[in-house]
């Protein structure tokens, strides 16, 4: 198989392909972040100081978000030159952001789940839905039927109607750990995958709230940090689901058998649009075992 290898000064946290699949979006531990296309950079992406803990292209693939773990602000900037567009101040730590269109970012922090219109002169969140637990752990949308998952530490999923948001729609448990990592299928808008960090991930139908599968994959050697994602990952047709591990395993989402393995330890997992390429976060060999500096991209 033909592999393409970008090495980092520091650990890689977050990365996000878009959505014609050519570029790749890295974010690091230190605040370096960067657009990639193939082995070549971009863009960069230069004014964070601490870890990035998301980064995400948004439909067009023209702009992507970025946020720190440690900064209450969400910036925007240009893909295709890095140049800074907007900062949305979100008035709390942000652990995890989505975009629902090209437009508009949802972030979960330590005390709400906002959503952002940024066509606005000023940034304003049009809603929010109070979190009582410690925190959110993991947001992931579903425009076509308007759902939006969240997770925290608490083991349970809690299922939103964003059009309806007074109450929420199901909550989902099973899960004997924090559920770090929520992600709907992109083909089946009813199947929710979730990952905790004993290494097991579920598969439901989110409209049903029944668990339709359960895999267990083996802990990989590398850190895990509680607003981290890309754990596990959807194909592009929703027909297959990678998972990170001490290999990285990729599951076929209708029977739950086993697809395919690659043959390293994989820290985060994250497909391109056109679902022949799997970069995967790993390391490169040296004393820091635990951190993932390296990112190949797998032809599947």
């Not at 995958?193 to 989110?206: F, H, N, P, Q």
């Amino acid at each position: 198989d033909d592999i393409e290898e970008m090495s980092y000064r520091e650990a890689v946290t977050c990365l996000d392909w878009s959505i014609g699949g050519d570029l790749l979006a890295t974010g690091c531990k230190g605040g370096e972040a960067a657009v990639w296309k193939g082995s070549s950079k971009v863009a960069t992406l230069e004014g964070h100081t601490y870890g990035i803990s998301m980064i995400k292209f948004n439909g067009s693939g023209e702009l992507v978000a970025t946020a720190d773990s440690y900064d209450p602000t969400c910036r925007i900037w240009k893909a295709a030159t890095g140049k800074l567009m907007r900062k949305v101040k979100c008035g709390s730590q942000i652990f995890s952001l989505v975009w629902t269109d090209n437009e508009n970012i949802i972030t979960g922090g330590s005390a709400r789940i906002q959503l952002w219109r940024l066509n606005q002169r000023q940034a304003k969140a049009s809603l929010k839905l109070e979190w009582k637990s410690s925190g959110v752990r993991s947001l992931v949308f579903q425009p076509h039927n308007k759902l939006l998952a969240s997770s925290s530490s608490q083991w349970e999923v809690i299922l939103w109607k964003i059009d309806s948001p007074s109450a929420p729609l199901h909550t989902l448990t099973g899960h004997k750990s924090s559920v770090l990592e929520v992600k709907f299928s992109p083909s089946e808008a009813h199947i929710l995958a979730t990952w905790d960090d004993s290494w097991k991930v579920r598969l439901w139908d989110a409209l049903a709230g029944n668990c339709l599968h359960l895999f267990q994959c083996d802990k990989d050697g590398m850190s895990t940090f509680y607003w981290e994602e890309n754990n596990i990952n959807f194909s592009p047709d929703g027909k297959l689901l990678a998972c990170r591990g001490s290999e990285v395993k990729v599951f076929r989402v209708a029977t739950g058998q086993l697809a395919a393995v690659c043959k390293v330890e994989g820290k985060k997992v994250v497909w391109n649009t056109g679902g022949n390429k799997l970069a995967v976060v790993t390391n490169n060999g040296d004393d820091q075992k635990d951190v993932g500096r390296n990112v190949l991209v797998f032809w599947i």
